[in-house]
């Protein structure tokens, strides 16, 4: 069962952006912290275009990382032209820049300039809980079987919106999924706002590049198991990524895609 309301640790990041700027000493202090001793073990990449709207929450949601992990934080300016680089620096989160358009472009400049042995593909608008590194990458440390994790994610509403609907279209989104993988390919559920893998593994086999009509993050997805192993998906609610609805919002209301979700899923 999905959470019905957001969870207290994911609540408290949903701030606008100057009140965290307010708290950025402590921001970059924690998000610093999270580097311990020696090469990070695990490096969080974050593509970001024009989001200095969702940055920072994003940042400070991350800050608050639980584990015993040395772990670096990466965002990818993908030729934004707003503040976003202003805000990421004033984190202490490890800035780059890629001027080429094309998330898969973004995600490829972080992939290769990363530290750490593992890899978490993260989203900009997007919010995750203190558990998050280690329930994504503790799968991977421990099954060397496993070549890619993958998680859930759920919606924040945007204002005007409640939860319930969102919920209602999440808990029949994983009924669907479940009939559906009977006989389709679990690589389609590989998103990048919350996968890992190994750093290694993903640059022999050529990172995010994909052929026309696939998605950058699945596409890796089938390219990890077909060379490495399997998918496996991390079930637990404590990680799930909390992400922006306003792209779910502006494609249509969210009455119409529940009954075009049951309608999939019974016609």
Known sequence: MRYISIPAYIKKHLQNTSSIEGQSHLLKKNIENLLKVGEPLVSVIIPAYNEEQNILRTLSSLSNTISQKSVEIIVVDNNSSDN???????????YMFEPVPGVENARNKGLTNAKGQYIISADADTLYSPYWVDLMTDPLIKGTDIACSYGKFS??????YTRAGFFLYEQLGDIFKKINGITKDKAMYVYGCSSAYRKEQALSVNGYDHPPNTNEDGYLGVKLREKFGRLHQVTDKKSYAWT???????DGTLTSRVFKKVKEMFY
Do not use: M
């Open 84 to 94: 976003t680089k202003a805000l990421v620096q004033l984190s202490g989160a490890n």
């Open 155 to 160: 919606f924040i509403p945007e204002p005007g």
């Open 244 to 250: 922006s609805s306003r792209k779910f919002v502006q």
